[in-house]
């Protein structure tokens, strides 16, 4: 049987959303990252995470997936939100793409390089992008430190290039979600509070929680993480890990209980996307990503509150 998404497609009319794709009795919705469809074309990898029953996708913007630098990107961005529509598919955007800005070093420039021209003009595109998509939140993070550049100094530029995203933000009207990265210069949630007092409690400076990195080195038990943020959640991403040691494993292979992470979430009121992050998997991303949405809705049900009290 073809699902409503793929139906919509071939005849040419956009569905009207399905409540039931994609979400379960906690209300969750759960999305998938095209970053760990990388070995696919952005139609094709939409098509599939549609037809799996996936609520909506976290669109990185790199190369092969809306390119933000590519010539025509006002007619390509148009395309995508008449494919996102006609698949019944909510987005958010996401900015980790690792060599779209330069093709030697990862990530680079980021906000705390010599020149970050480079990085505040992909996120000004980001936001723009995000907000022709009708985007639920941008995601970014803080970058990993250069050697060469003092802490006091990068945390003046993170700071200072934060500002203009943020103002650039508000003027879409497109939520912001500041990523806490282990390892890079924001890597946890009190980082994540400094940097966002600093700025003012800006009201559209909201978080992206990675569940993943909550157990690699949140102090506290993940659903404490996910209740301490609540107020500001845009966006989550989600995927297992083990303490200490950031590496996304599928669901399974680590160390997170998820039903009570669910129940957090669904606790707290959060309506966003819950989109799996599994970079490193598109060897084989139909299949994980068949598997993952099979997981979290056995989860999401044990996460029920009749489930909870057995």
């Not at 900015?95 to 030697?104: C, E, K, S």
């Not at 301490?228 to 959640?233: N, R």
């Not at 599928?250 to 959060?270: K, Q």
């Amino acid at each position: 049987m073809t699902a409503p998404g793929r139906r919509a497609v071939e005849s040419g009319v956009p569905p009207a959303p399905d409540p039931t794709a994609g979400s379960r009795p906690t209300g969750l919705r759960f999305g998938y990252g095209t970053n760990g469809f990388a070995n696919h074309r952005l139609d094709d990898a939409l098509a599939v995470i549609a037809d799996l029953g996936y609520a909506g996708v976290a669109l990185t913007l790199d190369h092969d997936h809306l390119d933000p630098f590519a010539p025509g990107l006002a007619r390509r961005v148009a395309a995508v939100a008449r494919r996102l529509s006609a698949l019944g598919l909510g987005v958010v955007v996401e900015t980790g793409a690792r060599y779209l800005l330069d093709p030697w070093h990862k990530h680079a420039p980021t906000l705390l390089h010599d020149d970050p021209a480079r990085r505040v003009e992909f996120l000004h595109r980001a936001v723009r992008i995000g907000a022709d998509l009708g985007a639920e939140a941008v995601s970014c993070w803080a970058g990993v430190r250069p050697d060469q550049v003092p802490p006091a100094i990068a945390w003046d530029r993170l700071v200072a290039g934060c500002a203009v995203v943020v103002d650039a933000a508000e003027a879409a009207g497109v939520p912001l979600g500041f990523e806490p990265e282990p390892g890079m210069l924001v890597e946890d949630i009190a980082g994540w509070r400094r940097l966002r007092a600093v700025l003012g409690d800006p009201a559209g400076f909201g978080i992206t929680l990675d569940i993943g990195h909550c157990r690699c080195l949140e102090p506290r038990p993940v659903p404490e993480c996910v209740r301490e943020v609540a107020a500001h959640l845009v966006n989550v991403q989600i995927d297992d890990m083990r303490r200490g040691v950031h590496e996304h494993l599928e669901f399974g292979a680590g160390e997170i209980d998820f039903p009570p992470v669910l129940a957090a979430l669904a606790d707290a009121g959060y309506r966003g996307l819950v989109a799996v992050e599994l970079p490193r998997h598109s060897h084989a991303a139909p299949t994980i990503a068949a598997r993952s949405i099979d997981f979290l809705r056995h989860a999401a049900k044990e996460a029920e509150p009749g489930e909870r009290h057995r």
